[in-house]
């Protein structure tokens, strides 16, 4: 199933800039892994924001639920999850 991910990223302004920069890595570190995996075939920044939209194509619901929960930043992230469908008028 594929599935349209919006994640804005906020963090308190005291958080701590060494434990951010470690969350950071380890959520580049996962991100890179899924995509190689094929879990995550696309990501997109989005421009003056801290966010990305993302593309997912996983089993199901459960399994979507799961790979965002573990990511680093989540407990960050304001996350908009739509579901995808085949368009009618799609070429390719």
């Known amino acids: ?6 994640m804005d990223i906020t963090v308190p302004h005291d958080f701590p800039a060494d ?3 470690a969350l950071k890595a380890a959520e ?7 995509q190689r995996a094929g879990k995550w075939p696309h990501i997109w920044r989005v421009a ?3 966010a990305n939209i993302s593309i997912f ?3 199901d619901h459960d399994e979507l639920h799961a790979i965002l929960a573990a ?3 989540f407990p960050f992230m304001a996350i908009s999850v739509t579901p995808l469908a085949r368009h009618p008028s799609a070429i390719g």
């Open 19 to 21: 434990r951010f920069a």
């Open 28 to 34: 580049k570190e996962t991100s890179q892994a899924l």
């Open 48 to 50: 003056g924001r801290y």
């Open 71 to 73: 990511l680093p930043l």
């Open 57 to 59: 194509d996983v089993a």
């Open 1 to 6: 199933m594929l599935y349209c991910v919006q």
